[in-house]
């Protein structure tokens, strides 16, 4: 079995790139992917799929900011982010969620927010 290089800088840590990483990765901290992981990721903080990484898993952090490709659902207590070079296939879920144009995006989409009055949100009638 191939050993996991990554480093660790206070209370993140960082997969590196031509890592490749098969089972479950969690933490309290923040983690940034620039390799491969297949299996699931929970950590508390904010997570980083730079672009050139890959994610096959079922996703959960603080926040999510993809760049690479992801395929599993994505579920954050807070903000996630799909930059232009990302490719997601499942659902996103978080508090706020945007899009840059360029990403490719399959899947639902879940976001708690208010709608305008005029769009039939509080307040109308």
Not at 42 to 59: H, Y
Not at 93 to 121: N, Q
Request: aromatic share 0%; glycine share 18%.
């Amino acid at each position: 079995m191939a050993r996991a290089s990554s480093a660790s800088q206070g209370n993140s840590a960082v997969l590196g790139k031509g890592t490749r990483l098969r089972g479950r990765i969690g933490g309290d901290g923040d983690l940034r992917v620039e390799g491969s992981i297949a299996g699931e990721v929970a950590v508390k903080g904010q997570l980083v799929l730079a672009e050139g990484g890959e994610i096959v898993a079922d996703v959960q952090a603080g926040s999510v900011v993809v760049e690479g490709a992801l395929e599993g659902d994505i579920t954050a207590t807070d903000a996630v982010a799909i930059r232009a070079s990302a490719r997601v296939s499942g659902a996103l879920k978080g508090s706020s969620i945007s899009i840059e144009e360029g990403a490719s995006v399959s899947g639902r989409i879940e976001a708690e927010f208010d709608m305008p009055p005029e769009l039939g949100g509080k307040g109308s009638r």
